[in-house]
């Protein structure tokens, strides 16, 4: 799914948590249906809502913090807030940094938004944000990457003429493409990362596992699929009674 970050210099600090306090759940809240704010400026969305039912299922006493995509793993480690809930895909380049719970989605698959559908994906000017398995991909590939900070810039970038289309989630873009009849969501999806997880200091293992157990629990009552079907719409896809 969605991010990559790779903060090489950040060292990973002692900012234990303690089981007492309250935890602090650090989201971006510029990414729907992941995390977006409503008009109350409150966070809401899929992330919202599934952290909330973890915590009640932890038995933690949780709040939420919003902080901007790019600086989210070095305050994370430096104790600003305790766990990262913000569309974070899982990669082995992140778990050298943080840690991990289990995915609470599949991997998503990425898609590209453009003007027409026979934009040059392969050889064209893409957008991407900042820090994503996207960006990364593109980087990659033999298209030319240009990158904003935010989801929205990226999708202005395509329609202002600045790049040829939009490499991000599939949940993101198909939305914005159905409400926007100027953008075509191109029928070639592209699978990155392993899934989306809540992302911890490594120290942080007892809330990592308490975490874990909630997680698993929603798996195993079929109660994480609903929440999926809800905020996606049929852009995910589900766990299954096999969970």
């Keep these: 799914m969605k991010k990559l970050i790779l903060t090489t210099a950040v060292l990973a600090l002692s900012a234990g948590f303690a089981m007492a306090d309250t935890v602090r759940l650090g989201t971006e809240g510029a990414y729907p249906p992941y995390n977006f704010i409503n008009d109350a400026g409150e966070v809401d969305g899929f992330e919202r809502e599934l952290g909330d039912e973890l915590c009640k299922r932890a038995s933690l006493e949780c709040e939420w913090v919003t902080n901007e995509w790019d600086s989210i793993i070095p305050n994370l480690?430096?104790?600003?807030?305790?766990?990262?809930?913000?569309?974070?895909?899982?990669?082995e380049e992140r778990d050298e940094v943080i840690d991990f719970t289990q995915n609470y989605t599949q991997p998503d698959p990425s898609a590209y938004v453009a003007l027409s559908a026979d934009a040059d994906i392969e050889g064209g000017v893409i957008a991407a944000q900042s820090g994503t398995i996207q960006a990364s991909h593109i980087a990659s590939s033999g298209a030319t990457l240009v990158e904003f900070a935010t989801p929205d810039e990226t999708i202005a970038a395509v329609k202002n003429g600045e790049a040829d289309a939009v490499l991000a989630d599939k949940a993101y873009l198909a939305p914005i493409a159905d409400q926007d009849s100027d953008l075509t969501l191109i029928d070639q999806d592209v699978l990155l990362g392993g899934g989306v997880g809540l992302g911890l200091r490594e120290s942080d293992s007892e809330l990592r596992d308490k975490f874990d157990a909630a997680i698993q629990s929603m798996k195993d009552d079929g109660s994480l699929d609903e929440l999926i079907t809800k905020w996606f719409e049929g852009n995910a896809a589900l766990f299954g009674s096999s969970s």
Aim: no cysteine; hydrophobic share 45%.
């Design 77 to 91: 480690v430096s104790g600003n807030y305790d766990a990262i809930i913000a569309g974070m895909s899982i990669t």
